[in-house]
Nanobody, 119 residues
Framework: QVQLVESGGGLVQAGGSLRLSCTAS????????MGWFRQAPGKEREFVGSMRWAGGTTYYADSVKDRFTISRDKVKMTVHLQMNSLKPEDTAVYYC????????????WGQGTQVTVSS
């Protein structure tokens, strides 16, 4: 069974920074990609960014480009989301997701962590 465990959410003032982490566990787990999504109250879940696990190529939503950065620790199967210059509109529950080898979509999800940015 694959598990994704997130950490690092919290309350921060606008302009501040937070770092989210997500660790994957599972004996036979191997990822094609790991990504971050978010869902604000009353809105649909949206893509934030992702990283191709093999080569490390990253992709970001336009709304977070140049403010958010994804990095990884391959040995620890951990992906980080460094969020800088946070805005109130970044307030959401942030979810880590993994696309396992053999899957066409993200097929494993974390439990979500709340990020609240005050103005």
């Amino acid at each position: 069974q694959v598990q994704l465990v997130e950490s690092g959410g919290g309350l921060v003032q606008a302009g501040g920074s937070l770092r989210l982490s997500c660790t994957a566990s599972g004996r036979t787990f191997s990822a094609v990609a790991m990504g971050w999504f978010r869902q604000a109250p009353g809105k649909e879940r949206e893509f934030v960014g992702s990283m191709r696990w093999a080569g490390g190529t990253t992709y970001y939503a336009d709304s977070v480009k140049d403010r958010f950065t994804i990095s990884r620790d391959k040995v620890k199967m951990t992906v980080h989301l460094q969020m800088n210059s946070l805005k109130p509109e970044d307030t959401a529950v942030y979810y880590c997701a993994a696309q396992q080898v053999g899957s066409q979509n993200y097929n494993h999800w974390g439990q979500g962590t709340q990020v609240t940015v005050s103005s």
